[in-house]
């Protein structure tokens, strides 16, 4: 018998192989002689194949394709019947088939309504979001006939453009078996004719008709004798007034309400409307039927209250002289108080009690303290005219008094003259001065015989005068200087804080002393008065002021009060002050003006006769409030004097005032209103400002920008009705018709459409002038991925809920449910675990499909009697008797070493590895047999834990994942990890400068025949041990790899003192060392108690300070900040080039940041794409922000103890998005509160996000 060798060449000389497939929406089937043929299917040469295409419903072929070129019978024609036939194959052939919807044709009709000749507007069809180009026929009866020829299944928009002033009256539909249209239900208004998915020709018509107009009824009512005019446009509404205004349907309406003087707006009364408030105007929105607007004005009421606290009381008394009404208010109680009333608080406190603060909302304010010491005191605060709520608060306290004694009237003796200079008898003295005390009438301190009593804070005086003459005549004056030594040596001695100062009064000098805390004895004080050597001329200076301003007077460094004499010659300084918004106008010496004399707010003038200076104070200028109400956008500007106010402001007295409003390019002047008066046009001119005024100017838009997102998974794309693309911020006219076309990526599907803050459920919108016009799409993931791992000794089957099974790779609906089934490969061997996504399951059971891929993985173990046939080689890490080791064999068959367990663990210390170890001064490798390693990775996997390699050098502890991802190249080889002392001349200079003396380690592993330098989603822990050096701390000491380039990096990790290593975390293996980077902040003190979590953040470069040397640990962190802040501290790189991005990102330090955290989810924003970045931050915003970071990197930490929130005081201001983050870090102990408070909604500092972060970074 002979044998002949075929190889495949001779074969494929033969016989071809004939491969077909269809696109999508239909099938391909081929038959040989009848018979069916499978793609890839052999056929002997010369044969005939016929190919068979079947489209969905609604489709049909659109060409063939043979061999990767299209199929024509008829040169330049595609060919479209349903079957294609090859005869006489003699090559390898390739056939394909696309489909198409068919066609079918829209014919769109612009009918003629009732009593009108003419259309009244056209339309414009989209195709699948593309306008097409169309020409109408006019009819005889001026209707216009568009027709158009589109494939099947396609979206077709007809879309409405009626002229201005008419709207869409009705949309019919042609009855082809009545022959005639059929309306539309509900049509009237709807700005397009929608088909989702065309499936026959279809007709349609529409009609407009004029757009009704609606009378809205205006008035103007007075509520307790208020009053006011409302104003639109030219339309005005007196007091007790009406008007009637006419507004289109769907159209807008603004009024503005001007209350006239001492009234106020009490309310808008409205019916028939839907309607935004601002200010003191109102928009009607969205007319559709008449309505009725009452602007309520009510005579101004103000609320006032009184709070007393223990130890006293207050009440009130208030009257209006204008009506002569009056009332009191009770202790502790509170009235509503027409405006311009006066109101007077009395105030009595206990007896022994003093008034220790008195506010006025809020603000600490001055009380009036009327009487004398044996008529009795009164104490009141008033308020002249009431123009504001108001609510006035005093508190008491025990008085305290303090003695202030005067010196002893013997103290004071001079010698006047010398008689017998041996006999001091005949000498004559007398005394120089008389001092006495005294106090600064505050309602408690008194006199108590000679001392004063004075209230603890409150003033004393002390009023040295010396003699003016005797017998014989002499004179005296006062030695300042001495004075102020004695004075300052009982403050002194006294230990007290008192401060003082002396002035003038007449022929008096008077120290004034103030902050009375402790007694001041002054009996022992002499020596102040000395003898005067010469005549001296006095004169009197005398000063006052009318108006609002300030006079003081000074001489010789102490000052004055008016009244005083000083000597001939003096130089006086008077300071003129006037209060804000005042000037000084008229400044009289007697009758002489010299206001021109006035240098920098001073007066100076030498004494030469008595002087009597009266200054004026006026007001200056007035304020100016300028607002800007309504639906658009303006600028008002107001000029006097040739300055220019665009914003409130103040301007001149008396100045004339030209004010101009103007709406911007988006918008249109409606009216205004200059103080009470309204304002019908855009200008207007006050003759002279003699008072504050207020501009309220009302801007209509008249178009507004469109914005819209940049929707994930999905595109949106917004056009007019002609076809323009409106682009994001884009201006647009009101009342434009937009057409929004939402289209979902493969397997998404639209999950929500909004605009203008609501969701629609066709696909246009008008622009509106009273909304955002934000344009949103959110798609959602429709179906996902099926896949099914390949398993050994057995099967997994997957069907759909209708028995239908499912290939790996085939997509499902999210939420359906599909049914998992295994089969063992034989009776020897049973399912072991079946897992989705790795969770287990159980065999059998409906599942319903979650958002994500679906990934199906089964084991299966053996049952038999005998050993399994893979397990040929006795394998395993032991077994057997005589407790023999195991021996490595190299290449060569030499025996290198004995296996003994290592220090290569499961982290839970369940199961060692068998290796070895080789150790060398600068290197230690660790060997894993590849069978020992592979039970420890399957235990691993199985009890969810990691692997530990401990060396001498370091420590190295792989998870989960990446114990798996290295045994997956390992395939049962031995693992091989060395750490190796690297020379530091390998280093850059820089590099070296930058970790110094540190060592440098290198790690690499080796699974297999693989180099493995990465995990896959795992990470490792490494833990050097090290002992800090002098001028090293735990904060500062940083760890640092080496990447591809030579780069030095830091890597986020933490030196602990307690272990004494420095511990962090790599997805990779490189070059790691560490260094010492201590940062310094002058304003961050050694024994501050952020001190450590600032070097800790600092020295790793997660914050660099704001500048100039300084932290700014008190100062309020912005959210731009804290997200640049979480990002570095945990390594997360910003976008280097954003595709999606919130709209205030703008182009600042945080901007590829924010990119970054919203693209991973770590944040969504505050809303409409706003993430606001120069905004404080509050701590619950903090916690979630790291919470969802943490969850992100798979790092969230571990619960310690069980906490219930509600155990803080204020855990009802947690937000409900915060509260899963505020437990996870309160049951973590990175949170622990302060005095039973969480301050969800307080700011945070600088300071505390670095303790917060020092937290988390260093456990």
């Not at 040989?32 to 489209?55: E, H, M, Q, Y």
């Not at 339309?235 to 009234?263: D, F, W």
């Not at 990002?1127 to 940041?1153: C, H, K, Q, V």
């Amino acid at each position: 018998m002979g044998y002949y060798h075929i190889t495949a060449e001779y074969m494929n000389k033969y016989s071809f192989t004939v491969t077909y497939s269809a696109g999508a929406n239909g099938t391909l089937t081929a038959a040989k002689d009848g018979v069916d043929l499978t793609s890839g299917g052999i056929v002997p040469i010369n044969s005939s194949v016929t190919f068979t295409a079947t489209p969905k419903a609604y489709y049909t072929v659109k060409g063939w394709k043979v061999d990767g070129l299209p199929y024509e019978e008829t040169p330049g024609t595609a060919y479209k019947e349903p079957t294609l036939t090859l005869s006489g194959i003699t090559a390898n052939r390739t056939v394909s088939v696309e489909f198409v919807g068919a066609p079918v044709t829209v014919t769109y009709v612009v009918g003629i309504s009732s009593g009108s000749s003419a259309p009244h507007g056209n339309l414009a069809l989209f195709y699948s979001g593309t306008l097409a180009s169309v020409t109408p026929v006019t009819g005889s009866d001026n209707s216009l006939t568009y027709e158009k020829t589109v494939p099947a299944t396609g979206e077709v928009n007809i879309l409405a453009n009626p002229d201005a002033g008419y709207q869409v009256k009705c949309w019919y539909v042609w009855d082809g078996e009545a022959e005639t249209y059929t309306a539309v239900s509900a049509s009237a208004e709807v700005a397009n004719y929608n088909i989702p998915a065309i499936t026959g020709s279809i007709k349609v018509k529409v009609e407009f008709e004029k757009i009704p107009t609606y009378d809205v009824l205006v008035s103007s009512d007075s509520y307790e004798n208020g009053g006011g005019t409302v104003r639109s446009g030219s339309y005005l509404v007196g007091v007790s007034g009406m008007e009637k205004i006419q507004v289109k349907r769907h159209g807008n309406l603004t009024l503005l309400a001007t209350p006239e003087t001492g009234s106020y707006l009490y309310e808008w009364r409205i019916e028939g409307a839907d309607y935004v408030t601002d200010g003191n105007s109102v928009t009607l929105t969205n007319l559709t039927g008449e309505a009725t607007v009452a602007a309520v004005f009510r005579k101004a009421f103000y609320d006032v209250s009184l709070d007393s606290g223990e130890g006293g009381s207050m009440t009130a008394h208030f009257s209006l002289s204008a009506d002569k009404s009056s009332g009191d208010i009770g202790k502790n109680g509170s009235a509503s108080i027409k405006s311009g009333s006066t109101v007077t608080a009395s105030i009595v406190p206990a007896s022994g009690n003093t008034i220790d603060t008195l506010t006025v909302n809020g603000k600490s304010a001055d009380y009036k303290v009327s009487g004398n010491a044996v008529d009795g005191y009164s104490y009141t605060y008033e308020i002249p005219e009431l123009f504001s709520d108001t609510e006035i608060a005093v508190t008491f306290k025990e008085c305290v008094f303090h003695t202030v004694t005067a010196p002893n009237a013997g103290n004071f003796d001079l010698l006047i003259s010398v008689g017998d200079p041996e006999d001091e008898n005949d000498d004559v003295y007398a005394s120089g001065g008389t001092a006495d005390a005294g106090f600064v009438a505050d309602g408690f301190s008194h006199m108590d015989g000679a001392q004063a009593a004075i209230l603890e804070g409150g003033e004393a005086t002390l009023a040295f005068t010396p003699a003016s003459g005797t017998t014989p005549d002499y004179a005296c004056r006062v030695d300042t200087s001495r004075l102020c030594d004695e004075v300052e040596a009982v403050l002194e001695d006294a230990d007290s804080d008192a401060s003082y100062s002396i002035y003038l009064d007449g022929a008096s000098y008077v120290v004034k002393l103030s902050g009375i805390d402790t007694p001041l004895d002054f009996s022992a004080l002499d020596d102040v008065f000395v003898l005067r050597t010469d005549d001296v001329d006095e004169y009197t200076v005398t000063f006052g002021k009318n108006g609002s301003g300030t006079v003081t007077a000074t001489y010789g460094g102490m000052q004055l009060l008016s009244g005083t004499k000083i000597p001939k010659g003096s130089s006086v300084t008077f300071k003129l002050t006037p209060q804000e918004h005042y000037a000084l106008t008229k400044l009289l010496d007697g009758s002489e003006s010299v206001l021109n004399y006035v240098d920098a707010g001073k007066y100076k003038v030498d004494v030469e006769d008595d002087i009597d200076l009266s200054a004026t104070f006026e007001i200056a200028e007035y304020p100016v409030t300028i607002l800007k109400l309504g639906t658009g956008s303006g600028t008002v500007t107001a000029t006097g004097d040739g300055d220019t106010l665009t914003a409130s402001g103040y301007l001149p007295v008396g100045c004339e005032v030209s004010i101009s409003a103007d709406g911007n390019s988006d918008s249109a002047f409606n009216c205004m209103s200059v103080g009470s008066t309204p304002v019908a046009n855009n200008v207007y001119t006050i003759a002279s400002l003699d008072g504050p005024v207020t501009i309220t100017a009302v801007f209509d838009a008249v178009s507004k920008a469109v914005t819209m997102n940049s929707p994930a998974n999905g595109k949106l794309k917004v056009t007019d009705s002609q076809g323009n693309i409106v682009t994001n911020g884009q201006s647009v006219a009101v009342g434009t018709v937009l057409i929004i076309t939402a289209t979902p990526d493969a397997h998404y599907v639209l999950a929500s459409l909004t605009a203008g803050g609501s969701s629609i459920t066709g696909n246009t919108y008008s622009v509106d002038a009273a909304k955002t016009n934000l344009i949103e799409a959110r798609f959602k993931l429709a179906e996902v991925m099926v896949t099914i791992s390949d398993t050994e000794n057995g099967t997994i089957k997957v069907s759909d809920r209708d028995g239908n099974v499912l290939s790996s790779g085939s997509y499902v609906a999210v939420g359906s449910q599909i049914k998992v089934e295994t089969a063992p490969r034989s009776t020897n061997y049973e399912l072991e675990s079946l897992k989705m996504n790795d969770t287990n399951i159980a065999s059998g059971s409906l599942y319903t499909v979650p958002a994500k891929d679906v990934t199906l993985s089964a084991t299966f173990k053996f049952i038999g009697d005998a050993p399994p046939p893979e397990d040929d080689n006795g394998g395993g890490s032991g077994g057997g008797g005589g407790g023999g080791s195991t021996v490595i064999i190299n290449d060569l068959g030499v025996a290198l070493a004995a296996l003994e367990s290592i220090d290569v663990f499961t982290t839970d210390n369940g199961l060692t590895a068998l290796g070895m170890v080789t150790t060398a001064d600068s290197e230690i490798l660790t060997a894993v047999e590849g069978k020992s390693f592979a039970s420890l990775a399957d235990y691993a996997k199985t009890k969810d834990t990691g692997i530990t390699f401990k060396t001498d050098f370091a420590t190295i502890t792989f998870d989960n994942k990446a114990v798996a991802y290295i045994n997956g190249f390992a395939s049962s080889e031995d693992v091989i990890l060395t750490v190796r002392k690297v020379d530091p001349a390998k280093l850059s200079a820089e590099n070296r400068q930058t970790v110094g003396n540190h060592t440098v380690y290198e790690l690499a592993l080796t699974a297999g025949d693989a180099k493995v330098n990465t995990f896959g989603e795992g990470k490792a822990k490494i833990s050097i041990p090290y002992t800090l050096k002098t001028g090293e701390t735990a904060e500062t000491v940083v760890a640092y790899y080496i990447d591809a380039a030579g780069t030095l990096k830091t890597i986020r990790g933490a030196y602990h003192a307690n272990t004494g290593t420095l511990d962090f975390p790599t997805t990779h293996f490189s070059y790691f060392s560490m260094g010492n980077n201590p940062v310094n902040f002058s304003d961050v003190a050694a024994n501050a108690w952020y001190y450590k979590p600032v070097s800790f953040v600092a020295a790793r470069g997660i914050t660099l300070g704001i500048g100039g040397g300084l932290f700014g640990p008190d100062r309020q962190i912005t959210r731009g900040e804290f997200i640049v802040m979480l990002m570095r501290a945990y390594g997360i790189e910003p976008d280097s080039a954003p595709i999606d991005n919130f709209a205030d990102a703008g182009s600042d330090y945080y901007t590829n940041y924010l990119a970054a955290a919203k693209r991973l989810g770590i944040t969504k924003g505050i809303g409409d794409n706003l993430y606001a970045p120069a905004s404080y931050i509050s701590r619950q915003d903090i916690f979630t922000l790291l919470y969802r970071a943490l969850d992100v990197l798979g790092e969230l930490p571990a619960k310690t103890k069980t906490v219930d929130l509600s155990t803080f005081s204020d855990y009802g201001s947690i937000s409900d998005y915060a509260l899963t983050a505020v437990k996870t870090f309160v049951e973590a102990g990175v949170v622990s509160g302060s005095d039973g408070k969480l301050s969800p909604t307080s700011l945070s500092t600088r300071a505390q996000m670095a303790q917060v972060l020092y937290n988390l970074l260093a456990r």
